[in-house]
T-cell receptor, first 114, second 114 residues
């Protein structure tokens, strides 16, 4: 079965600090997808990134970067120079080649203080 | 604004009742997804439709059902409601329904069962 562990329940940082959100996944599928979503205090869900299991290249998008390491089954998310607007709950998820097996982690609440 | 609309925004009902949640996907998107976010269960994928047909099923209870209509809007029907069904229900849409798609989320419907 798929499973996602986000061990950090809540993290607090001061603006401009870098922060890494951890995500460890379990899957028996050889083809799978990894996702990160953001849920700001307003409550909506925002898709951030998707990675497939064959692409281990790290990705950078502005202040956001993602580190996918198949050897440790991890897909960590780093925010560089955090801002107050980054305050949100971040969810990691893993899915198979279709959505019959799709699981979210429990989320990490990030508080960025001015 | 993601372009995905959900109605109603809030719904308060009693145990044993039946409710219908509605979702209109982004223009051009053929696939619709339903998710449940509750305090007990966290975020869960419920079901996916593509062009009117069920494509994937997650942790959807037998008391729940969904459909996607020819105009591509979708409805999630929840019956014999229990207190534990109180949750935020999100709809998302994507163009092809593949895991490689970007999903766009609606604002959610908050269901309170009293």
């Amino acid at each position: 079965a798929q499973k996602v562990t986000q061990a950090q329940t809540e993290i607090s940082v001061v603006e401009k600090e870098d922060v890494t959100l951890d995500c460890v996944y379990e899957t028996r599928d050889t083809t799978y997808y990894l996702f990160w979503y953001k849920q700001p205090p307003s409550g909506e869900l925002v898709f951030l990134i998707r990675r497939n299991s064959f692409d281990e290249q790290n990705e950078i998008s502005g202040r956001y970067s993602w580190n996918f390491q198949k050897s440790t089954s991890s897909f960590n998310f780093t925010i560089t120079a955090s801002q107050v607007v980054d305050s949100a709950v971040y969810f990691c998820a893993v899915g198979g080649h279709n959505f019959n097996k799709f699981y979210f982690g429990s989320g990490t609440k990030l508080n960025v203080k001015p | 604004d993601s372009g995905v609309t959900q109605t109603p925004k809030h719904l308060i009902t009693a145990t044993g009742q039946r409710v219908t949640l509605r979702c209109s996907p982004r223009s051009g998107d053929l696939s619709v997804y339903w998710y449940q976010q509750s305090l007990d269960q966290g975020l869960q994928f419920l079901i996916q439709y593509y062009n009117g047909e069920e494509r994937a099923k997650g942790n959807i209870l037998e008391r729940f059902s969904a459909q996607q209509f020819p105009d591509l809007h979708s409805e999630l029907n929840l019956s014999s409601l229990e207190l534990g069904d109180s949750a935020l229900y999100f709809c998302a849409s994507s163009d092809t329904g593949a895991p490689s798609d970007t999903q766009y989320f609606g604002p959610g419907t908050r269901l309170t069962v009293l």
